[in-house]
């Protein structure tokens, strides 16, 4: 017993030597700056956050202005469906590769790997070529005689959506993927074996059996989803989302303060979802 | 005999590498025990999964109680399986488990719930019907997966080594309790297992296999009695294999005689000529050892050790051209054969067996 309480210790002393550095980075990197974030939020507009300023909700009041507000439920619809498409497309597809042969299943893994050999920025610039008016697709499309005008892809609320969920498909496939992979299919052969139609199968074994890696695919999907806004920007259309907001405020209007107040707003938002994932029996995602 | 309620004719399966089976044929009747017998790889699995549906044929018929079910989907057939890691949904407590085969067949609730309740009594389950199958003891597992492919009543029920993830002890009282629950429901299993003792003890019939074939079909007496094979003799309980030339037949009676000596077996199951290449077997608890030569053998042999075995003795020993041999003796033999003696081997000649031929590419 007493070796064992000795072994304990050191155990967690060796541990500690581990784990300092990673509290250090993020202390300095992570909370330092959050801190500062949601103190500039808590001061006047103008001033700068400082021990012993004055605190305000001023700052948070201000964002109950209906047109904020709708721009926050835009970027919430937006990013509830980029997380819907994925996971009816990217689903099957992680579907497939798990039930695939050894050689199909690495191909497919190249294909969802590969993309992140190159920054997104330019994979979307790739995209807005493909679909402008005078672009390949129009191209092929009017060669077919499927069309007789160039349709205007870009800037539709459409062509942004495409360029979230090529963006974030990746995320949904796979933590989808490793569940299913995981999944025994004797229990599908036993739900056969007692009278399931494979659909059937499906519904009451395999997709309730997978759930774990597709609640993680929603989240990993959903929360960066939120607050991203350049792809929105890139594709055009003007739509304005939470993103572009913080960004005009910080840079164009530089109320400062108003903007960490929204920037606030957003991490409380996503860290809720987080929590929501968590307390409804959710994996670790290596975040919290 | 019964009716024939299944039917497996000509099944051929190929997995790409090699027949997984070749020309399977069986025919179970109806509340039968059929046992499939073998090593792992001989394709006792993949004939099983050929019945309940999970499997197709590449060639040949699956025929139940008259009719070709052979392209039918698994959901359609009244056949249902005791998988071998059990494979209950473990999102699906014990209850739920046991009633999924008749929900999804569209069985009204209250009849669901009776036949659940019935079902957990069944194998003695009932006070664990709201557990989920985690909190459960491999035992328990076992007993849960029987009955949740006995609750849609059906035709046939296929067993995957249903034992073999339980200790000796535990696997010895779920063998009776198999047997005697197949007897009252009067169900017909088809039951796969690479224990031997489990097969002999259990089975109406056994199927020992191997490399995708049959290589004997029969009662448990047959199989132990006559082996058709070397290998089914080898693989089935302990013996000595003999090999010889036919010397004379004195009625059913054949002196047979090889480089050790000389040897009688009754050769009523096999008809042998003088002059014919045979091989007998000897089960090891029949063979016997005496200190003096016995009328109708020439067997001598020199014994290596002996050893205490309970209820009996093991006396090992050696022929002239070095084969061992391992006799069984009363313990408290007066005479028991001590290590350098010389023993003269013998049995009764109706207890040992002329193995059919020769073994498949043996």
Not at chain 2, 199 to 220: H, Y
């Amino acid at each position: 017993m007493a070796h064992k309480s000795r072994m304990h210790a050191g155990e967690s002393r060796r541990s500690a030597v581990f784990v300092l550095p990673m509290a250090l980075l993020a202390v300095t990197l992570v909370a330092l700056p959050l801190i500062y974030v949601l103190g500039t939020s808590l001061v006047e507009t103008g001033q700068s956050f400082s021990f012993g300023a004055a605190f305000t909700l001023d700052n948070y009041r201000r964002l109950l202005r209906a047109d904020y507000l709708l721009v926050f439920w835009e970027s919430l619809k937006l990013a509830f469906l980029t997380t819907l498409l994925s996971f009816v497309i990217g689903y099957p597809f992680a579907y497939c590769m798990a039930r695939a042969g050894k050689r199909w299943k690495s191909l497919l893994m190249m294909l969802v790997i590969i993309p992140f050999w190159t920054s997104a920025l330019v994979r979307i610039y790739g995209w807005k070529i493909l679909l402008q008016a005078n672009g390949p697709i129009n191209a092929v499309l009017r060669g077919l005689g499927l069309i007789e005008k160039n349709i205007k892809f870009l800037g539709s609320y459409g062509s942004v959506l495409l360029a979230m969920v090529y963006c974030m498909i990746s995320f949904m496939i796979l933590p989808c993927h490793s569940s299913i992979d995981k999944l025994d299919v004797t229990l599908v052969e036993a739900a056969r074996d007692l009278g399931s139609k494979p659909w059937r199968a499906f519904l009451d074994v395999t997709l309730p059996l997978t759930m774990p890696g597709i609640l993680a695919g929603c989240v990993l999907v959903f929360v960066p989803s939120v607050g991203i806004f350049y792809l929105a920007d890139i594709m055009g259309g003007g739509l304005v989302l939470v993103g572009n907001l913080i960004r005009d405020q910080l840079l164009k209007v530089r109320d400062w303060n108003t903007g960490s107040a929204m920037s606030m707003v957003l991490i409380f938002i996503t860290a809720g979802i987080y929590l929501l994932y968590r307390r409804s029996g959710g994996d670790d995602l290596g975040v919290f | 005999m019964e009716e024939v309620l299944l039917s497996l004719r000509h099944i051929f399966k190929n997995f790409g590498e090699g027949d997984v089976l070749s020309d399977v044929s069986l025919d179970v009747h109806k509340g039968e025990f059929v046992t499939l017998l073998g090593a792992s790889g001989c394709g006792k699995t993949t004939t099983l999964r050929i019945v309940s549906g999970l499997e197709t044929p590449d060639t040949g018929e699956v025929i139940l109680n008259g009719q070709s079910m052979t392209d039918w989907p698994p959901e359609k057939r009244p056949v249902n399986t005791v998988f071998q890691s059990y494979a209950l949904f473990p999102h699906m407590n014990v209850e739920k488990n046991v009633a999924y085969g008749l929900k999804v067949r569209g069985v009204d609730k209250k009849t669901q719930a009776a036949r659940v309740k019935e079902m957990l009594e069944l194998v003695q389950m009932s006070e664990y019907a709201k557990r989920m199958p985690a909190q459960l003891s491999g035992g328990q597992r076992q007993r849960i997966a029987i009955a949740r492919a006995l609750a849609p009543q059906p035709q046939l029920l296929l067993l995957d080594e249903p034992l073999g993830a339980l200790d000796l002890q535990l696997r010895r009282q779920m063998q009776i309790e198999l047997k005697r629950l197949q007897k009252k429901l009067g169900i017909t299993f088809i039951y796969i297992t690479h224990d031997q003792e489990e097969a002999i003890n259990m089975s109406d019939r056994i199927a020992v296999m191997r490399g995708g074939r049959f290589e004997q079909l029969g009662t448990p007496e047959e199989i132990y009695d006559h082996p058709a094979t070397r290998y089914v003799a080898q693989f089935i309980g302990r013996s000595t294999l003999l090999t010889g030339t036919v010397q004379s037949m004195n009625g059913p009676l054949a002196v047979i005689k090889n480089e050790n000596g000389r040897f009688t077996v009754d050769s009523a199951h096999a008809a042998l000529t003088a002059g014919e290449r045979c091989e007998v077997c000897v089960r090891t608890e029949r063979m016997r050892a005496s200190c003096t030569p016995v009328e109708g053998f020439d067997l001598p042999a020199t014994v290596r050790e002996t050893r205490y075995a309970g209820g009996s003795v093991l006396i090992y020993t050696v022929l002239a051209d070095g084969t061992e041999v391992v006799a069984e003796g009363a313990t408290r033999m007066c005479d028991a054969p001590q290590a350098g003696d010389r023993v003269y081997m013998h049995w009764n000649p109706a207890q040992a067996a002329v193995i059919g031929g020769t073994s498949h590419g043996a």
